[in-house]
């Protein structure tokens, strides 16, 4: 009876040790196909490519003190608006690195006139900096799309809603939990974009 009830415990060790075998080589073979490498990297650039716009509205009451916030919202809305408007008919013309290493630097420079200005009208620069980076990189990642499959699309689009998560609880966790000031939080989260 002893040995009956030990061989099947042996036995179900064994199901179990296949089992996880099995459960890797599968997880192995998803996360090297090509497919899953594209959806990631599509996902990771709609997610990078707008953390920074809900940071911005998320710190809105922060950079303005006193002016009503919807002025932070045309700032961050206007800029990317106007270049989702006009840049298709140039933007063919520029490289697909050029344009990710301009915007990525125009972002990164608007971050951190907001993070360093304590004047309103440097802040409001900034963000019209950071919010024309956001509309340029989003026209280019939806046409590279196109090149990709098509699952790159709606994994872009799934990145992009899961920057308004990430990038709410990320500034409201560094300021509020960890205790850290605006402008480190800001300066911190510039960089986010490299």
């Known amino acids: 009876m002893v040995h009956r009830h030990f061989l099947q415990q042996c036995k179900t060790v064994r199901q179990i040790r296949l089992t996880v075998i099995s459960w890797h080589y599968r997880i192995k073979q998803v ?21 920074l716009y809900v940071v911005i509205l998320t710190a809105a ?14 700032a961050d809305i206007m800029p990317s608006f106007a270049v989702k408007l006009l840049a298709p008919f140039v933007i063919h013309l520029i490289p697909y690195r050029l344009r990710i290493l301009v915007f990525t630097c125009l972002s990164i420079t608007g971050m951190q006139i907001i993070a360093w200005s304590g004047g309103i009208p440097m ?34 689009s799934s990145g992009t809603g899961a920057a308004g ?4 609880g990320l500034f409201s966790f560094m300021t509020v939990f960890i205790g850290l000031s605006v402008r480190r939080s800001l300066l911190l989260l510039s960089v986010s974009r490299i």
């Open 31 to 51: 996360m090297t196909s090509p497919v899953f490498r594209t959806s990631l990297a599509f996902w990771l650039f709609g997610l990078i490519n707008n953390v």
């Open 61 to 74: 009451v922060d950079l303005v003190n006193t002016l009503p916030k919807a002025i932070v919202l045309l």
């Open 123 to 156: 802040r409001l620069l900034g963000i019209i900096l950071a919010s024309a980076s956001a509309g340029g990189g989003e026209l280019s990642f939806l046409q590279l799309t196109h090149f990709y499959g098509p699952r790159s699309l709606p994994f872009f």
């Open 165 to 168: 998560l990430v990038g709410a």
